[in-house]
């Protein structure tokens, strides 16, 4: 069983720049990748970025493409997203997720373990 637990969420005002990590623990395979989903008030959740288990390649949302960056620590198991040039609508509950699948995908059902969120509040 794999644990993620998030840190970093917070209020921050639009423009501003906001950092979330997720630490993993417990039995992982060699080769997993890690990413994040968010879901915002009403609204389905959805697929923000991952990073694959090498960390040489990552993709994003259309939506954050360009503002936000995932990173990877492999050998601390660790995953960060900085956000840069919030707005508003970035405002959303952030997942942290993994899989034993060395490349995920942007699909909920492609992530066996999930974290329990963290609140990233944009205000005006």
């Known amino acids: 069983q794999v644990q993620l637990v998030e840190s970093g969420g917070g209020l921050v005002q639009a423009g501003h720049s906001l950092r979330v990590s997720c630490q993993a623990s417990?039995?992982?395979?060699?080769?997993?990748?890690m990413g994040w989903f968010r879901q915002a008030p009403g609204k389905e959740r959805e697929f923000v970025a991952a990073?694959?288990?090498?960390?040489?390649?990552?993709y994003y949302a259309d939506s954050v493409k360009g503002r936000f960056t995932i990173s990877r620590d492999s050998a601390k198991n660790t995953v960060t997203l900085q956000m840069d040039s919030l707005k508003i609508e970035d405002t959303a509950v952030y997942y942290c997720?993994?899989?034993?699948?060395?490349?995920?995908?942007?699909?909920?059902?492609?992530?066996?373990?999930w974290g329990q969120g963290t609140q990233v509040t944009v205000s005006s």
């Open positions: 997720v993994a899989t034993d699948d060395g490349v995920g995908g942007r699909w909920e059902h492609e992530w066996e373990y």
């Open positions: 417990g039995r992982t395979s060699p080769r997993y990748a």
């Open positions: 990073i694959t288990w090498s960390g040489s390649s990552s």
